[in-house]
């Protein structure tokens, strides 16, 4: 099992729509999460982080954590064109060493 | 303020030989960490450095090897280099010592051959 799980994708969401994109992980000890957007041929920019159980927000993003369900998600709403990206998911476990794990990715495509 | 710059940004070596790659933090960022992006295995952690001192590491092999400068600047060393090591190796910074928000670099694209 993957310590952090995403749905590779793709996703596809019509422009304006709400973009959901979920993660699981499997480390308790991982207490701070993050979101990273990656365009292809581009490094990693994260557009969120998350530390307590609840939701985040930031603009049309939102971030949900629930800890009980080990469940991270990122919404994003009125989803635009320029949002066409894969979203990474980041969990940190600060227990000894730490250790900031990615998932894959999940490649989210929004139509015009 | 300058973002993550890392250099070169594109590097063909052959296998056995060795490589020193280099990444500059945004200024006054005291974290560096390195990561390998390949396909199948996605964004791998290296190590974290902070104050010069390794504070963090990854299950890579010790043919990985890193330093961090005074300055905060970092290197990231490998040795006997493998077809396998083709990848992008991407540094990011944060402000604060650990790994918590981070910035990311261009990334170097490392082809061995």
């Known amino acids: 099992q993957k310590e952090v799980e995403q749905n590779s994708g793709p996703l596809s969401v019509p422009e304006g729509a709400i973009a959901s994109l979920n993660c699981t992980y499997s480390?308790?000890?991982?207490?701070?999460f993050f979101w990273y957007r990656q365009y292809s041929g581009k490094s990693p920019e994260l557009i969120m982080s998350?530390?307590?159980?609840g939701d985040k927000e930031d603009g049309r993003f939102t971030a949900q954590l629930n800890k009980a369900s080990q469940y991270v998600s990122l919404l994003i709403r009125d989803s635009q064109p320029s949002d066409s990206a894969t979203y990474l998911c980041a969990a940190l476990s600060n227990f000894g060493n730490e250790k900031l794990t990615f998932g894959t990715g999940t490649r989210l495509t929004i139509i015009p | 303020k300058a973002g993550v710059t890392q250099t070169p940004r594109y590097l063909i070596k052959t296998r056995g030989q060795q490589v020193t790659l280099s990444c500059s933090p945004i200024?006054?960022?005291?974290?560096v960490s390195w990561y390998q992006q390949t396909p199948g295995q996605g964004l791998q952690f290296l190590f974290e450095?902070?104050?010069?001192?390794?504070?963090n590491k990854g299950n890579f092999p010790g043919r990985f090897s890193g330093r961090q400068f005074s300055n905060s600047r970092s290197e990231m060393n490998v040795s006997t280099l493998e077809l396998g090591d083709s990848a992008l190796y991407l540094c990011?910074?944060?402000?604060?010592?650990?790994?918590?928000?981070?910035?990311f670099g261009p990334g170097t694209r490392l082809t061995v051959t």
């Open positions: 450095y902070f104050s010069e001192t390794q504070r």
């Open positions: 480390d308790r000890g991982s207490q701070s």
């Open positions: 998350i530390y307590s159980n």
């Open positions: 990011a910074s944060s402000l604060q010592g650990g790994i918590y928000e981070q910035y």
């Open positions: 200024s006054g960022h005291r974290s």
